[in-house]
């Protein structure tokens, strides 16, 4: 079995819903959007997502994240920061009749950092419709797939029907750094048959992601006025010696990627990035410090312990090639993503295949989605890893994620809300609403 049966008339009913709720839709999404849910700062966010749930009659479970709850388990990664505002909310549907596969909806409302404001042609947090593209931050990744999940939903009911089976519409944060919002979720319990992510695929769907190790290099220096600096040590410039050595790391993983049976066709799958530096006190002293924030890819399959040891001697190699660094090496601090690559698996096809037929409803006889081998990651790892419950990423076509002006472009969200509508009622089926 793939996709339940569905009437054509209920098929012409939830698109059209689709279509007559569309500007209500972009009216949400513009709000949520304007919502700066960075980092640490969610809550009005997932208060936002809190309310949307429980105006739609959901039963909503909002929970304050426990570091000891989630500390033991696969796929957790340290934080580093104020995490005592974390907070998950789910918010669960349940049937009159159970018929057909649960499902979760999960969509992650934390945003990367915006940058420089004046590098944006309009501000980030002011979203703006330019020739049919929502601007702002978060606008592509991934709000506007979140509210999408919310008006397909929203779409079912007005067309008379509510899924049958348990829908848990969850709205987490940490996306882009740990996962744990998703982690939180499967510690609080929640299951399904399987998960739907509509991050901004651009109406690919991720059959592979690869996974990443977050960690910051703590590098030392001696410290001596700039006068005599031949007598000190900069830790700055030391800094470089050890990222070129990760570098070259990164190559030569990349060459071992080359003969891997799922990315070997995927031109340099694994990046390596010094994505943030901070060191210093003075420009007439010579630095005694300099921390560096370090992203690096593994392949799925790879085992996160052997890369992390791959990961110290490469530091220590460099480190003994350095006059001070020799006698005082780095330290290599954990923080961040500790995620491991994931592929979908067998288990996964019936999904597709129903997730395949309301592509074709949409986008004509015969067409499918084409499938992805993502260079990055998404929280799909956890559940499909380590709770066996297949997980894929269906989304908008969005431009410029994490970088300025991101944009989403809305004919494609529209498209996106009627497939994840029409999806919903094949994986779940349809009751008639009383
Ligand atoms: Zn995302």
Redesign the pocket.
Known sequence: MNGLPIEASATTAIREAVEARFEAQTRTLAEFVRIPSRRFEEGPAQDFMADQLRARGAEVDDWKLDLADLAPLPGYGPIEGDFSRARSVVGAFRPSETKGRSLILQG?CDVVPEGPVEMWASPPYEPMVKDGWMHGRGAG??KA?TVAALFALDAIREAGFEPAARVLFQSVIE??STGLGALSTLQRGYRADLALLP??SGFTVNRAQVGAIWFKLRVRGRPVHVATAGEGSNAILAAYDVIAALKGMEARWNERAAADPVYAEVDHPLNFNAGKIKGGDWASSVPAWCDVDCRMGVLPGWDLEDAKREILATVAEAARAHPFLGNNPPDVVWNGFQAEGYVLGEDAEPGLAAFGEAFETVFGAGERPAERKMTAL?DTRFYGLYHGIPAFCFGPTAEN?HGFDERVDLESVKRVTEIIALFVARWCGLNRRA
Do not use: L, R, S
């Open positions: 992650h990744d991934m797939g996306e882009e991050e901004p998404t994620i």
